[in-house]
């Protein structure tokens, strides 16, 4: 999927209401499911997964504030960030003073519509621009929201694409938030666009890769509390994608117990993409990778963004919008998932078995007869390179010291290998 | 004790003069234990101490050099720094030729009285400014020096404030310098301060901490040599303490073999502290603190300053007097080592207990309902890092990267441990 | 050696064409024996070293291009770079477009030669300024080689200094280069400087010390064929050196499997030169240290430069001459590596005797009782540091922190010794 069609399939996305249950996050599963082939998963309500329950489901039709003279003033349907997440049903007449404490607004950033919930306090509530509020002058409002809180279930999405090997990595990303942009479509669009890419290539991965969109928090959790021994038995690395689609550089947090070989491609691909990027350490105060790396799980989740969830000002607002994001860094999201796992499937161990000196490279067919002078050079430096340090380590230790990408070191290390100047053990 | 009753000690002690053995060190640790119980300990002249004898006994009454007019020109009586300490007694006319060996000034700093002893070597001086060197024009003077060696005994004194367990922090300051301030009366003052404070608080105290004044070199060694089965059994960690009442920021040097959980509440309390702050690595060429750190000895005390002695150019002179120092500064001294013995009680390791994905706080009573929205969720994440990190470290490795003090974090491990999320086991 | 006789030296060595066989090494060889007792040894043609074969012998006696007029426009007897490395022996009248594929200049550096070679692929060519090129404009040229390759030997150069033990210290330039001054002599004049001075001082020596000068590549592979159980065995460290007369800093490879005691002695070496320096760890890329370091040999062998191989413009050109290198320079890298091997000489691991509190140095005897004060302060601090860090490292990581050479630290530490506070014990 090129940038034109993530773009496409965002349009599509961006209007439904979604929320941690619920029709709009079971449609918005449904679309995705047209472009790569999601299994689709219900966790009934009050599933117990470890200490958290899966909740009622939530859906809601209307919801508005309406003036003395019957005009609305807040309304659902113009924008699903109107309503408070999980609000219960209200329909009446109040005044402002008991109104107010149910209104949400950002002083400072008065043209903004906060994004707020209450998932496990049952309230209710309404966001607004704080210059809605201003105008709100009348001493008593009609206010309605038409929404229910039932038994039904919670919804995700998984799709495993299989390798050679049944060990797999993990790529996660939360979906559950209402109209927003980067910290909502930005993950699950990343992972749609990298997994409609891996289906191209099936049959010549080495790894499975396992795809999981699910709500944030719960649906990470409930997911683990299904999944948890096969988890523990399968998951060689992976990552949560959140925040990808702003105009900032890469930032990547490692997992809790440091670096996987998944982690050290990860860091190859960022090295390679021109792109500024910062890498850190594992947060505890991070988004559902931080349950994966958990007590008792243990699984090494990295994680992947761009401006960090909370750094940026349109955060958890109606302005991470469309307008924010680029569709280019979008794409360019995908592209340095794709080729992270491209260094992934090309690492391998490598040990020499010609010994005692350098070997004579021309005698092995080698050294290139012709060619450009300078590309010689490096070729055959590379080769040379690759052979001296093959004393059991990773081929992606050598080929960040290189400066080459973990793909093209491994095509040198076959052509050594081809001619028995060393040996490669697949990573798996 | 605070600032202003530190001062009045201060005035008390500064006139007297002290050497390493004698009458006004034993006046001074007297007047000591008048603010805190200090027991006093005498070392008879001769006793072996390790490679070291424990001199004989120095005391004087009077000292001057008189001009052809009878003009004191040097007197003993108006700074007793003006005679190099342990003078055996002199009395006769010198010719100025035979008197100059036996003058030190520093011509670098005219007006200053340089600070001179000669422990070992029998010798006799004056210590005068180069200015008044100058105006010596007679050809002899009449010199003068009342003293006497004899046998007698070290003093020093000693105060254990006992806590719940024997395991003891042991906490140094060197005392026997004639009317100085920074290198002299301000590493006891510190300690005297800080053990007025533990006092108060003595019943809540988790470890013992012992406080030692002492004469630098002999005393410490001379203390080391009787009690070193005890030491090596009981001493956790601990300082020593000099030069604490200038106008710089803190430089704290950490034992020989590295950090102890004692060194790292030093550090958190430093950081705490809003000062500036330095932290090196152990120097054999510092004070106290390299017996307690040598060979055979091996007890990991650090080393707390402000400017290091030899760093400043009044160190060692009779500028180095109340006006050179700050009282202000001196209590904040107290405060950081009051600050490290909270974060050293409030430590401890922590393991999780709760296990598989976060907790859901609210349901343990542990989100705040009703709290500013900023403060609340700085709670809540601090509880979460604390829970996800504990995996058998230090709290005090979690709070340095919390940003908050020891004791800070200890409140909310304690929250922790009361829902049964973490456990607790105290470091003893 | 002084700076003189290296360039006397250096003048006499200079015209000859060498190459990596032939009479011109030879004979380099033979004058350089007339200044240190060097074994000249012959690898005959065809013999095996691991992976490689010792070539034929080239030797050459005419070579030049002349115009239709019969002027000679390119003349080996001006300049032995301008044939090509293991030319073919031709005879000819070539048209310019035949000739052209033979003929090598550097279009960006009009006026240089480059230096080219085919050793391992027959082939004929000529070197030449650019600006030359640009003035041939007949349509023919007639081109004479007069050459011969054929079955001979390699030669090389061994000098051994014994020492008091077998253990030795492996000192490796390569020489077989025509006419350049930086990247050819000055890596052999250096050695050459440095033997000849530790042969006046061969009675002292603990170590033992082998020289080799030998070609690049197919000279170190020969010889570390022909001795690899020996200096497996043997040898405790060493270096390369070439590029050692330019006016840059220096530059130190460390080994592959990183820092040797001996390392550490040109590390404080380098530290006391007051030159400019840079340390970097080994590269795959370097010079003929790699095949020491290489797979089932792993000789710890570092690499002395001054600028590093390719890193100026005149380097593998006819600008790499006299003008372009200094013999001050020269002289200081054979001062370097001598200062390096008293630091290594120098070196043994410090064991405290002394235990329980600082020794009390005036009672030993090594508290100077007349000297200048800061001296005196400056021999007793490090004596005291010497003692208090001698918990079975080597001396020569105390001296770096010191600031002083491990010739200066073993001074110490042997007046220490003498009086029983530390124990030594030699290196080997």
Chains 1, 2, 3 share one sequence.
């Not at 939360?174 to 109209?179: A, K, L, T």
């Not at 690395?237 to 809790?256: I, L, N, Q, S, V």
Request: proline share 4%.
């Amino acid at each position: 999927m090129n940038s034109r069609q993530l773009e496409a399939l965002f349009d599509r996305l961006f209007p439904i209401n979604r929320s941690i249950t619920g029709n709009g996050l079971r449609k918005s599963l449904a679309i995705i499911g047209e472009y790569i082939p999601l299994n689709i998963i219900e966790y009934k309500s009050g599933t117990k997964c470890f200490d958290w329950v899966v909740p009622e489901e939530w859906n809601i039709s209307e919801a508005y504030i309406e003036d003395q003279n019957g005009k609305r003033i807040v309304d659902f349907k113009e924008n699903n960030l109107h309503v408070m997440g999980y609000s219960i049903p209200v329909f009446g007449i109040f005044t402002m003073d008991d109104l107010l404490p149910h209104l949400f607004t950002i002083p400072e950033k008065p043209d903004a519509i906060p994004f707020v919930t209450s998932y496990y306090k049952r309230n209710w509530g309404f966001c607004l621009s704080h210059n809605t509020l201003l105008k709100m002058k009348d001493s008593s409002y009609r206010v309605c929201i038409e929404s229910e809180l039932s038994e039904g279930s919670l919804t995700l999405g998984e799709l495993l694409i299989k390798g050679k090997s049944k060990k797999e990595v993990l790529l996660f990303s939360h979906i559950g938030h209402p109209s927003m942009a980067n910290d909502q479509l930005s993950g699950p669009l990343t992972l749609v666009g990298l997994a409609s890419r891996l289906l191209t290539k099936k049959e010549m991965l080495k790894y499975s890769y396992r795809f999981v969109l699910a709500p944030e928090t719960i649906g990470s959790i409930a997911y683990i509390a299904r999944n948890k021994s096969r988890l523990r038995k399968r998951v060689m690395g992976g990552m949560t994608a959140a925040c990808t689609a702003d105009h900032g550089g890469f930032t990547y947090r490692t997992p809790k117990r440091g670096n996987t070989p998944f982690d050290t491609a990860v860091e190859t691909a960022l090295k390679q993409s021109g792109e500024i990027f910062e890498i850190h350490g594992f947060s505890p105060l991070g988004c559902d990778e931080r349950h994966f790396n958990s007590h008792g799980i243990g699984i090494a989740i990295g994680s992947l963004m761009r401006t960090p969830p909370g750094q940026y000002p349109e955060y958890h607002t109606s302005l991470d919008n469309k307008d924010f994001i680029s569709f280019d860094k979008l794409t360019a999201s995908v592209d340095l998932l794709e080729s992270a796992i491209s260094n992934f499937e090309s690492d391998c161990i490598i040990q020499a078995i010609h010994k005692n000196c350098e070997p004579k490279l021309d005698k092995h067919g080698l050294y290139p007869t012709t060619s450009n002078k300078n590309d010689k050079n490096q070729e055959t430096g590379r080769l040379v390179s690759i052979w001296a340090l093959a004393d059991g380590r990773l081929l992606s230790e050598i080929s960040t010291g290189l400066g080459i990408s973990t793909v093209e070191a491994r095509k040198l290390a076959d052509k050594l290998a081809a001619h028995k100047l060393i040996r490669i053990r697949e990573t798996l």
